[in-house]
């Protein structure tokens, strides 16, 4: 089945919300100060690495997950589904650009929205 542009906005729909309710999930149980990215920032201080650095090892293991996936036409051994390891993906490219955006390296969107 192939999807129109409607219906694959229908799709990502559903799964932004599904990807919304792992971050909201799991997010408070990585950090101790109630800060959203607080794990990536402890951790990159503690080994010597920018915040978006420590994320990256993080989702490194997502990634190559994936791409072993795809090469193997989804003939792989893996305890988790590979539409789990996409979400995760996906929270992880969601977290960066947050982490982007408190460095001040991304506009803040929530900035002059009223102006």
Not at 4 to 17: G, I, P, Q, V
Not at 18 to 39: Q, R
Not at 64 to 90: A, L, Q, T
Request: a negative charge; one cysteine or more.
């Amino acid at each position: 089945m192939r999807l129109t542009f409607k219906e694959r906005a229908e799709l990502l729909k559903l799964l932004d919300a599904e990807c919304d309710d792992i971050m909201n999930a799991k997010g408070p149980g990585y950090t101790l100060e109630g800060f959203a990215n607080d794990n990536f920032w402890v951790e990159g201080k503690e080994l010597g690495i920018r915040p978006e650095q420590a994320l990256a090892l993080h989702m490194s293991k997502h990634s190559n997950s994936i791409k072993v996936y795809i090469k193997n036409d989804g003939k792989v051994v893996d305890p988790e589904p590979i539409e789990f390891r996409i979400k995760d993906h996906i929270n992880y490219l969601r977290i960066l650009w947050s982490i982007l955006v408190e460095q001040g390296r991304i506009i803040d969107p929530r900035v002059n929205k009223d102006e």
